[in-house]
């Protein structure tokens, strides 16, 4: 392939616009954007093409219209540990049945969580250091690839909190 004086090329697997200053046997002499001079064999020189782009497609216009921090709550699965949200009834369980419940719901969706290798999902547990916030800390603590962090803070108090689901350790409850 025979090259011109002053074209510009590029070297193979390397980044970088390259002029031709001249060239002997199997080699050019090329000059990089900081004018410094490299020997480079025949076969590793490619000349370079503009690429015509008369229109960039935009896709999904909405979703980027939302702010990054929406969008990525939005992509975060979550549960909600509230009683009420579980269908539970205060009036016939005693509060031990529902930590129970409660915390049965958080394994079940846990291990849903894990199977389907989900990075990270938030718990809504409620404002405050009650009881349930405890025992799904220790339930966390207690199992490997799991880590808990506080989430949500309202009014200077934290009502819920971000799981991380390390998936090449975590298992089932």
């Not at 390259?18 to 060239?23: C, D, P, Q, T």
């Not at 008369?54 to 896709?59: D, G, M, Y």
């Not at 799991?146 to 689901?165: F, P, W």
């Amino acid at each position: 392939m025979h090259f011109q004086q002053f074209e510009e090329v590029s070297i193979l697997n390397e980044s970088g616009l390259y002029r031709v200053l001249r060239a002997e046997d199997a080699f050019l002499f090329l000059e990089d954007e900081h004018g410094f001079e490299r020997k480079v064999a025949l076969e590793f020189v490619v000349r370079r093409q503009k690429i015509q782009v008369n229109k960039v497609v935009v896709k999904d216009v909405n979703e980027s219209i939302n702010t990054n921090k929406a969008v990525k709550n939005q992509e975060i699965p979550f549960i909600d540990l509230h009683h009420h949200e579980l269908n539970l009834d205060d009036q016939m369980l005693s509060k031990h049945d529902i930590l129970t419940a409660q915390l049965n719901a958080f394994k079940r969706f846990s291990n849903q969580m894990i199977q389907l290798k989900v990075k990270r999902f938030r718990v809504v547990h409620g404002i405050g250091e009650g009881r349930l916030k405890l025992e799904l800390r220790t339930l966390v603590q207690g199992k490997d690839g799991l880590s808990m962090h506080d989430d949500q803070v309202s009014r200077g108090k934290v009502g819920a909190s971000l799981i991380e689901i390390q998936t090449s350790i975590a298992r089932h409850f």
